[in-house]
């Protein structure tokens, strides 16, 4: 009868500590705006002027009967075959029927003519979706489409009179410490209001696009995709996902922001599915010492690890740029870069900045379309893995790939690199996580293809002042960077 939050109940413990003080006497306390020094003395106005835009939201599924289940067995002329024939249906065993099951969760009215915002969990799998509006009036809901990714499902139902409706806000503008009201169905009680504040912004649970608001708000089961309104009685989220040891709430709740939410239902209003862009890279963050291995000032942008056939190889992207900047904007890591390109247009050329060789590129890529992407890859995914032989460096024990080795880890057999066969517990190597079965591809963005290369590359980083050396290693065919110091303590 409960509703699951998105990707099930965070069922995990959370240690918060908050540490403030107050300072008086010697140092002038600072006068907050009154809009932000008071609390609201109630919310009833507000709660009565958004009410009838929230729906609670029922599903039915139908549970297949089980086939296969089994009788107990006895050998003939056991004393229990009697007994158990006793027992029996005289008809002998008779067919399963199949099971409908019901769920609760909530949702909001997005327009006069009928769409309604959900969660994708919400309705997931539904043979059969109802809406009941806050008067109490009761309509068959038809699946526009779903959004996996940002756990959000557009509904239409049909109504002979216009629907009161809610617009989104700008989750942006939102800022630690502001008043919300979260409104819904919890564990099946009916409408209900609570309310609380923002607890922390642009939070990333499992999901690639994830842009959650999180709220000491009330959220519990049933409660998913509810809105989250600010003061204006604007959403400014949908309630997806608690953090719980118990399934109840604790005051840690997760709302997906309009921002991104907007975004999805504008493109399955439009479409019935998401249309985003595809760079066609594999990336990484860069970490303070990826950054001093490859020269760089600070360690922000996103570190290309990986370029198959697609957009960016077609736009002479490379496996070790820095991407900077796209279609203009700065980019800070690689979760910011995935965002620019998922919002991005299809089809159109884009302007890229890479930072290459100490220098900066601007190159013009044309996107292609991720869901498509994905399809594809997951149809041509092929094997790869690692290696095995002799040279020891950094921690690492090293032999060149042959083609023997190279297919035994999986890999073509003219496969290049170096196989890493066994790494010091007490070093650098290990502790960022390499392993045997790694294979190192390239050192300081230079393939290597035998021990004599790799030490070369390590001597020319040493030459030339630089405290480690960046290396890029495969796992099973995944590409990333990892810096190693030269000359570790």
Not at 18 to 36: K, R
Not at 213 to 226: F, Y
Request: overall charge negative.
């Amino acid at each position: 009868m409960s509703i699951q939050p998105k990707r099930k109940v965070l069922r995990a413990a959370l240690a918060l500590s908050v540490a403030g003080s107050l300072a008086f006497g010697s140092l002038p306390l600072t006068v907050l705006p009154a809009a932000a020094q008071d609390a609201p003395p109630s919310f009833a106005d507000l709660a009565q002027q958004i009410s009838p835009s929230v729906v609670n939201i029922t599903t039915t599924t139908t549970i297949a009967a089980n086939t296969d289940e089994q009788q107990p067995i006895f050998p003939p002329g056991s004393p229990f075959e009697d007994l158990f024939r006793d027992f029996m249906d005289p008809r002998g065993p008779q067919p399963q029927r199949p099971q409908r099951s019901e769920a609760l969760g909530s949702g909001f009215i997005i327009s006069e003519d009928g769409y309604i915002v959900t969660n994708n969990h919400v309705i997931e799998n539904a043979d059969d979706i109802q809406i009941e509006t806050f008067t109490g009036k009761t309509l068959k809901a038809k699946l526009i489409g779903t959004d996996k990714s940002t756990d959000i499902a557009l509904l239409k139902v049909e109504s002979p009179e216009p629907l009161p409706f809610v617009p989104f806000g700008d989750s942006d503008h939102m800022r630690v410490g502001d008043w919300v009201l979260a409104m819904g169905n919890p564990l099946g009680q009916g409408f209900s209001a609570s309310s609380g504040i923002v607890s922390a912004r642009n939070r990333a649970l499992s999901g690639t696009y994830d842009d959650f608001i999180q709220t000491d708000a009330a959220i519990n089961r049933g409660n998913s995709g509810g809105p989250l309104f600010n003061m204006d009685g604007q959403v400014i989220g949908v309630n997806t996902a608690i953090l719980s040891p118990n399934g109840g709430s604790i005051g840690i709740g997760f709302s997906m922001a309009s921002n991104v939410v907007q975004k999805v239902v504008d493109q399955l209003r439009e479409f019935g599915e998401t249309r985003r862009g595809w760079l066609g890279v594999q990336i990484q963050d860069v970490t303070p010492d990826v950054a001093e291995a490859i020269g760089l000032d600070t360690a922000q942008g996103a570190l290309i690890t990986d370029v198959p056939e697609g957009p960016a190889r077609d736009a002479g992207i490379q496996s070790g740029d820095v991407v900077t900047s796209f279609a203009g904007q700065e980019v800070k890591d690689t979760r910011d870069l995935v965002n620019r390109v998922a919002d991005a247009p299809i089809g159109e050329g884009v302007p890229l900045t890479v930072l290459r060789d100490g220098k900066t590129q601007t190159l013009n890529v044309t996107l292609g379309r991720r869901e498509e992407a994905q399809t594809a890859q997951e149809r041509a995914q092929g094997n790869e893995s690692q290696p095995e032989h002799n040279g020891e460096m950094l921690g690492l024990s090293v032999t060149p790939l042959n083609p023997q080795v190279a297919q035994e880890l999986g890999l073509e057999p003219a496969s290049e690199g170096l196989a890493i066969t066994g790494v010091d517990e007490m070093s650098d190597a290990f502790t960022k996580g390499v392993r045997a079965g790694d294979v190192i591809t390239e050192a300081n963005q230079e393939p290597v293809a035998t021990v004599q290369a790799l030490e070369q590359q390590i001597k020319a980083a040493t030459d030339a002042g630089r405290k480690s050396v960046l290396l890029l290693i495969r796992r099973e065919g995944q590409p990333r960077f990892v810096a190693l110091p030269i000359n570790p303590s």
